[in-house]
């Protein structure tokens, strides 16, 4: 036959929209046209396919070939539609069983060589076929192998090389040992010896005994190729973050720290130069529970839109920690096909923005949405794409430009009208969105050497999630997602409770939005006592916890 049409998936932010690669070999002058709004990358497949083709030995058509990627309004992008499209030029030109391509999907980019490069977007393409046909197989790149076991149900063939999927729907003849092929060059095939990567196709123990027939949908998958809910690929547990009882001193600070972690609040530290603020916020993930399955799906599939995720790394917590210099589409995502930003990345994790102030204006004005809302909209002329965005911020700062300022030992030379433009550079509504705000003062050169270890991050962790338990047994939510008709409900504070905070209102001039973030940090420290309901002492910690700037 001369038509073929293969099954594959795009990319469209998180979601994989099916896509029909229909490759057809006609009379005329020989071309290898690519339709169907193809991005640069995909044009590009045109070499990559040719040379693969020759180099493993199979017959090139030396006529005019054109591949449709249906639907044609949808942007293709990547490499992901080179291995369709050299099987579906093999079974227009009867190299490989039309037949065969029933009951699968193909996705992965092709080498000079023919090997199968991974890709990136395999979770959500796994994810989608699962939910649209569960009976379809996918054929991927054999290092992307891991990444896909971790969607249940979801029926795989792993491949190293073009050879291998050509002889799993079973090819007529080994490769490199062919005559001409009816639509073929006209010429015979090549007898030298396939190159690397291409040779051992027929007596790979991976594919040796996999045929046509195991390609059906009835046929039940072989235990190499696939494993449904299998988290065997994903390695022993990796040890991601350093210890808290490595932190000499920072009693306070420890302390706030425990409550970001249980009620999923944001934090501010502002402290001088080397006070210990970095290696704070590097210990704080190590607070924090394992994900759950849900939690550990989504954050995965973000992670795999930008070929980040690892597999070994599945159920723990993402930690990013862009550079001050990161500009917006960096932060929030972006790009002509969007791709998830720093924010997206850090889904159901940790962002740790170091030396707050210095990040460009902009990028720090298009967190506030984000901290709200735990979601992003990047639109384009064209499209527009939604990411996930549900991250605790944690924050450090210098109090002022030289970074000295109330230092015991050193002397702030810094001006009063440069120490409050530089803490302008945070503008008010951004530092209402964060809950904590805590000073971090330097630990003194001889409390260094005589303190004791402290607690360690593990008896940390055991309270959070008891807190954290407590919390999800009594509203279903962290204390920090609660909004103003639970806060009502879950955060009743008693008469002298109210006048104290009314006060603290007045005094400070707050916002309705900081008074509501008292009250779920006061609800955390409730959880962490083990109370029930939020007692006066509990409101009086947590309006210590937002007076480290003149802003907040």
Known sequence: MSLAVVRSRGLVALNAPPVSVETHVGTGLPAFHVVGLPEAEVRESRERVR????????????????????????????????????????????????????GIEAVGELSLSGEVRPIRGVLAMALALVRDAPARRLLLPR??????????????????????????????AAAGKRGGRPGGSGRQARRSVPAEGCDDAATNPDVADTDAASLSPSAPPSPAA?????????GPPVVAFDDLADVKGHLAAKRAL??????????????????????????????????????????ATVLSLVGRFDPGRWKLRPYRAPHHTASAAAMVGGGAGPLPGEISLAHHGTLFLDELPEFDRRVLEALREPLETGKVTVSRAARQADFPARFQLIAAMNPCPCGYLGHPKRTCRCTPEQVLRYQGRISGPLMDRIDLQIDVAAVPEDDLLRLPTGETSATVATRVVAARARAQARQRMLNARLDVARLDRFCAIDDASRSML???????????????????????????????????????????????????
């Open 502 to 552: 009314s006060a603290v209102i007045a005094r400070f001039g707050w916002s309705a939005r900081a008074a509501h973030r008292v009250l779920r940090i006061a609800r955390t420290i409730a959880d962490l006592a083990g109370a029930d309901v939020i007692l006066q002492a509990h409101l009086a910690e947590a309006v210590q916890y937002r007076r480290a700037l003149k802003a907040g």
């Open 51 to 102: 040379a693969a083709l020759l180099h493993c030995g199979f017959d090139f058509p030396n006529r005019r070939i054109t591949v449709s990627l249906a639907p044609a309004d949808l942007p293709k992008a990547s490499g992901r539609f080179d291995l369709p499209i050299a099987l579906g030029i093999l079974a227009a030109t009867e190299q490989i069983p039309a037949s065969s391509l029933d």
């Open 258 to 299: 425990e409550i970001a972690a249980a009620g999923g609040h944001s934090l501010l530290m502002v402290g001088p130069p080397g006070a210990g603020k970095s290696m704070l916020a590097q210990r704080f993930g190590g607070l924090l529970p394992a994900l759950d399955e849900d939690e550990a799906m989504e954050s």
């Open 143 to 172: 290092d992307n192998q891991a990444e896909a076991r971790l969607v249940h149900g979801v029926d795989t063939l792993p491949l190293a090389t073009l050879a291998e999927a050509c002889v799993a729907l079973g090819a007529k």
């Open 226 to 234: 696939r494993a449904p809910g299998s988290r065997a690929d994903a």
